[in-house]
């Protein structure tokens, strides 16, 4: 959860390893595991949208790629600036959002405000591919 992108975003715990030392593991201890987790959410996700549940995909999405980011950055050993770079162009394709993912980011932890140009570039290469691949989408939102 939120120890996980935290430590994705710039390389530090959160706050809440001081409270919980022993129930906490570090990022590189199961890669295995969060690729195994991120996959099963990716599937749940797409199991209840093709079977026309009610709710959105956005926030479902963000843990599937919390956990799968978790076990990417263990598996592959990622700089945490290219970890905080992809993150956002994941998020701003998916939400076509480039400029608020920008500054989301810069906000969002201390490698923030040093990525804000290359989280940009990031994030509004991220939407034009996205568009330029735009197949027509399994979801159906009434207008």
Same mark, same amino acid.
Not at 3 to 26: C, D, F, K, R
Not at 118 to 141: D, E, G, I, K, N
């Given at each position: ?6 430590? #994705? ?7 809440? %390893?001081?409270?919980?030392?022993? *129930? /906490?593991?570090?990022? @590189?201890?199961?890669?295995? !595991?969060? +690729?195994? $987790?991120?996959? &099963?959410? =990716?599937? %749940?996700?797409? +199991? ?10 956005? !926030?479902? $999405? !963000?843990?599937?790629?919390?956990? /799968? &980011? ?7 050993? $990622?700089? &945490?600036?290219?970890?905080? /770079?992809?993150? *956002? *162009? ?5 939400? @076509? ?5 920008? +500054?989301? =980011?810069? !906000?969002?932890?201390? $490698? ?13 290469? *991220?939407?034009?591919?996205? @568009? #330029?691949?735009? =197949?027509?989408? /399994? ?5």
């Amino acid at each position: 959860g939120e120890q996980s992108l935290q430590t #994705a975003i710039n390389g530090v715990s959160a706050p809440e %390893a001081l409270l919980y030392p022993v *129930a /906490l593991q570090g990022p @590189r201890a199961a890669a295995p !595991f969060g +690729l195994g $987790l991120g996959a &099963a959410k =990716l599937a %749940a996700i797409a +199991l209840a949208a093709g079977a026309g549940c009610p709710g959105g995909v956005i !926030f479902p $999405l !963000f843990f599937a790629a919390g956990a /799968l &980011a978790h076990g990417a950055i263990a598996a592959v050993h $990622l700089p &945490a600036a290219t970890v905080a /770079l992809l993150m *956002a *162009a994941v998020q701003a394709s998916v939400t @076509r959002t480039p400029l608020s993912t920008a +500054l989301m =980011l810069a !906000f969002s932890g201390n $490698l923030g405000a040093t990525l804000t140009p290359l989280c940009a570039v990031s994030a509004y290469s *991220a939407v034009a591919t996205a @568009r #330029a691949l735009a =197949l027509p989408t /399994l979801l159906c939102y009434p207008s």
